[in-house]
C-alpha cells in the first residue's frame, strides 16, 4: 500500500491537521486519516506505512462498540455514499476516510488518566498533583491510579503544545452543564474501554476524547477519532512494569527514538529510518488486531 502522505481530491485542498485532511462539504466533513505522525508536535518528514487506515478502523471498531451509550459524528465510512467527486476516489479515500456530521468542537481536550504517564507524571513530580487533583506521595512512573481522573487541557493551534488545565478552569471556558457531561460521560467511557482492553491484554493507561455541538436536538456528541494509538496510551499487559517507560502501541516509539537522537522538538520533521517506520507501522497494526481480534488488510 502506497504511503499516504496527504491528499488533494479532484484539486479540492483540505484544511490540514497533523495527521488528517478535512474536506469542508457544508454540513457535512469528509475526514481522510493521512498515515503523517506527529512527536513533539512536528510533523516527521516521512510518514508510516498503513497507519492512517488503522486510525479510521479502529475508531469505526469503537463507534460500533460504544454505539447504546454514546452518539457520535459518524455518517459512513463507505466511499460509495460519499458525495461526488470524492467517490471517484476509492483508491485513495477507502479504508482511510470517514464521512461526518460538521459540529463545533467544545474548546477543551477531555483526557482521562488510569496511570501515572506522560505529561500527567511530569506535572506529579513537581507538585503531587495533576490538573488540581491531589494524589497519594510516593508514585512511580506509569503506577495505576486509585481511580480513572480527568485531566482535561486546551486545545493548541497547529505546532503549539495544549496546556493542563484543572476542572474549575474547563467550566470557565465550556460552562458548568458541559463540562460536567464530558467529564462524566469521558470517564465512563474510558472505564468500560479499558475493561474490554484489559480482556484482550491490553492496558488503556490514559486517552483524549473530542465533543462536539450543533445537532439539531443540542445534544454533546462524540467527535474526532475514538480511542486510537494516536489519542491514547495503549501498553501490553504482560510487559508492563511500573517505574519505568512502557513498551507501547503508540508513538512513544518514535518519541523514544527522537530523544536519543537529541531532536530538538521544533522546525522540520526528521527524517525516520527504515527501521523505526516499520516497527512503529507493526505496533499500529497489532494495536487492531489485538483489540478487534481481526487481521489488519495491508
Known sequence: METVLQTSIAGVEPKRGKVRDIYDLADMLLIVATDRISAFDVIMANGIPHKGAVLTQISLFWFDYFKSDIENHLISADVADFPAPFNEFADRLKGRSMLVKKLTPLPVECVVRGYLAGSGYKEYKQTQTICGHKLPPGLKQCDKLLKPIFTPATKAELGDHDENISFEQSIEIIGSEA????????????????????????????????????????????????????????????????????????????????ESIDFDKSGPGALLPPDIVNKTSRKYIDCYERLTGKEFPT
Open 179 to 258: 463540562a460536567h457531561y464530558v467529564r462524566d460521560k469521558s470517564i465512563d467511557i474510558f472505564k468500560k474501554a479499558s475493561r474490554y482492553a484489559e480482556s484482550k491484554g491490553i492496558i488503556l493507561a490514559d486517552t483524549k476524547f473530542e465533543w462536539g455541538t450543533g445537532t439539531a436536538d443540542g445534544k454533546i456528541i462524540l467527535i474526532d477519532e475514538m480511542l486510537t494509538p494516536d489519542s491514547s496510551r495503549f501498553w501490553p499487559a504482560d510487559k508492563y512494569h511500573p517505574g519505568r517507560d512502557q513498551e507501547s502501541f503508540d508513538k512513544q516509539f518514535v518519541r523514544n527514538y527522537l
